[in-house]
């Protein structure tokens, strides 16, 4: 039976989380309210402005949904209850969470 190295797994989190927040601050020009005024900026380099904000708002917002997971599964190490799936509580294989040690799901119950 595999053991998990649940300091490794933690240290993995904790630096993606790191990761993904700085990405966030990094992004805060890209998502500040894009200006109107015709004078400043043309019509169409508005509406590219407009579209770039949009992209960036939606990153960020895959980015805090990730931050949201990194979180439970620090809490599952926590708990003790890491590196089993949450809905069938079968140990979930080392090689899926070495791809992702964020999961919570075993390959039976992945989505």
Do not use: W
């Amino acid at each position: 039976m595999v053991e998990f190295n649940y300091k490794y797994f933690k240290g993995v989190l904790e630096a993606r989380k790191i990761e993904l927040s700085r990405l966030i601050d990094a992004s805060a020009v890209s998502v500040a309210p894009v200006e109107l005024d015709q004078q400043v900026q043309g019509r169409l380099s508005r509406m590219d402005a407009m579209q770039g904000q949009a992209m960036a708002k939606a990153t960020n917002q895959r980015r805090h949904a990730e931050i949201a997971q990194l979180d439970a599964a620090l809490k599952r190490i926590d708990e003790n209850e890491f590196g089993y799936c949450v809905t069938c509580g079968e140990k979930i294989a080392i090689k899926r969470l070495e791809i992702n040690p964020a999961t919570g799901r075993c390959f039976d119950f992945a989505e």
